[in-house]
């Protein structure tokens, strides 16, 4: 399976900090990036996804930023809140095929 | 909408037992998905099926796990035996389908905690 690989692996930041999670990728074939967020105990669920015709997409407090060159794409979490506080994974798909692969995870703790 | 469901949430068993999980996922939804998450690790795809169809099964350890999708619906993951390393979660998710695939959002159930002793 192609790697994709996520840091760092825990992170913990101050409530209305800014928290970044970076994935860096291999294959250039790979054209579908999205985000999951985990709670404990919950099954992961999309959280954001961007293609790379585009250098950037936000919704809301969560932006992702796509560097194609680099082959690297990170999540930003603005004004983070303890309700952010959960396992964030990437991954990435390519055209044509259902799959994805799952980056390791980093756990985020937003402290109050 | 319900979510994908899955049962039992926990299971615990002693080596070399059988155990099977169950999914039902969301309705309308054609392809379906069986991951294993290890403990602090992603998820990790086992098989995937378009309605009936298994279509990506490499990553299934053929020799004691099975699964199904009768009528393309419901699905069933079998593991015989189970050894201690297959202690792990279990997650079904499910997409529509209907784009083409890769960008279809997948749903994800709560998971099957599964523990081998």
């Known amino acids: 399976q192609q790697q994709v690989k996520q840091s760092p692996q825990s992170l913990i930041v101050q409530k209305g900090g800014i928290s970044i999670i970076n994935c860096a990728y291999e294959n250039t074939a790979f054209d579908y990036f999205p985000w999951y967020q985990q709670f404990p105990g919950k099954g992961p669920a999309l959280l954001i996804a961007?293609?790379?015709?585009?250098s950037e997409k936000k919704e809301g407090r969560f932006t992702i930023s796509f560097n194609k060159s680099a082959k690297q794409f990170s999540l930003h979490i603005m004004d983070s809140q303890p309700g952010d506080s959960a396992t964030y994974f990437c991954?990435?798909?390519?055209?044509?095929?259902?799959?994805?692969?799952f980056g390791k995870g980093t756990m985020l703790l937003v402290s109050p | 909408e319900a979510g994908v469901v899955q049962s039992p949430r926990y299971k615990i068993i002693e080596k070399k037992q059988p155990v099977a999980f169950w999914c039902n996922p969301i309705s309308g939804h054609n392809t379906l998905y069986w991951y294993r998450q290890n403990l602090g690790q992603g998820p990790e795809l086992l098989i995937r099926y378009e309605n009936e169809e298994a279509v990506d099964d490499s990553q299934l350890p053929k020799d004691r796990f099975s699964a199904e999708r009768l009528k393309g619906v419901d699905s069933t993951l079998k593991i015989q035996p189970a050894e201690l390393g297959d202690s792990a979660v279990y997650l079904c998710?499910?997409?529509?389908?209907?784009?083409?695939?890769?960008?279809?959002?997948?749903?994800f159930g709560p998971g099957t905690r599964l523990t081998v002793l």
């Open positions: 991954a990435n798909g390519r055209s044509g095929y259902s799959t994805l692969t």
């Open positions: 961007i293609r790379p015709d585009v």
């Open positions: 998710a499910s997409s529509p389908g209907t784009s083409g695939g890769y960008t279809d959002t997948q749903y």
